[in-house]
Nanobody, 115 residues
Framework: QVRLVESGGGLVQPGGSLRLSCAAS????????MGWYRRAPGKERELVAV???????NYADSVKGRFTISRDSAKNTVYLQMNSLKPEDTAVYYC?????????WGQGTQVTVSS
């Protein structure tokens, strides 16, 4: 059984920063990619950032230049450094793992950007 556990969400003022973490545990044969998605109130879930096994990254246009995705392959952990946060970044952020056994999701962590 593979589990993804997120941490690091919270309340931050506009312009502030947060760092999300997602640790994958269980029997993992191969991680193809890991990424972050978010769902804002009243909106559909959207891709925020993804990092592949080869280290290639892709970002939503709305977060380019502000968010950075990184990983620690030895720990099967992915991070999302979020800077210059805006109120429109408020959402539940979900970790996603594209693993050899299938696709897995974390439980989500709330990020609220408000003064």
């Amino acid at each position: 059984q593979v589990r993804l556990v997120e941490s690091g969400g919270g309340l931050v003022q506009p312009g502030g920063s947060l760092r999300l973490s997602c640790a994958a545990s269980g029997i993992i044969f191969r991680v193809n990619a890991m990424g972050w998605y978010r769902r804002a109130p009243g909106k559909e879930r959207e891709l925020v950032a993804v990092i592949t096994r080869d280290g290639n990254t892709n970002y939503a246009d709305s977060v380019k230049g502000r968010f950075t995705i990184s990983r620690d392959s030895a720990k099967n952990t992915v991070y999302l450094q979020m800077n210059s946060l805006k109120p429109e970044d408020t959402a539940v952020y979900y970790c996603n793992g594209d693993i050899s056994q299938g696709t897995y999701w974390g439980q989500g962590t709330q990020v609220t950007v408000s003064s």
